[in-house]
């Protein structure tokens, strides 16, 4: 498949959400009459420099410079919102809580949840791609 039709393929940032309120969501222009359901992921990314190989000269292509990755949390007809889905790699360990306040009373151990990360620097006209 060439550049053109690659292109072809891939989703544009149409909308990004007020990050006060939504900092997770965007919205791409691909939907329903696209093929688009809940729960189909993408990988956004703006585009970067140009590359050429300092050894041979030929050009590598332009680097992808990663927003985040998203899964679809509402279908129109030409739209799609897009929720992150990334995680915090630095929020692990256990919660570990005494049942009825006491303190030699029983203990409940939980995995501490991952917390979910908005898209970084995401902005209209970067690209989506289905992953």
């Given at each position: ?98 049942q009825y306040g006491s303190i030699s009373g029983p203990t ?10 908005p898209f970084e620097g995401v902005a209209i006209g970067d ?5």
């Open positions: 498949m060439d550049e053109v039709s690659v292109a072809a393929d891939l989703a544009k940032v149409v909308h990004v959400a007020d990050t006060q309120y939504l900092p997770f969501e965007i919205v791409i222009n691909r939907g329903k009459r696209h093929g688009l359901k809940e729960g189909d992921r993408f990988l956004v990314f703006g585009i970067g420099p140009h590359v050429i190989d300092p050894d041979t000269g030929d050009s590598l292509g332009r680097i992808e410079l990663v927003r985040g990755r998203g899964e679809v949390v509402h279908v129109q007809e030409s739209l799609a919102t897009l929720r992150s889905v990334e995680q915090s790699r630095t929020r692990r360990g256990k919660r570990i809580t005494r409940i151990e939980e995995d501490i949840p991952p917390e979910l990360m690209t989506a791609r289905p992953i």
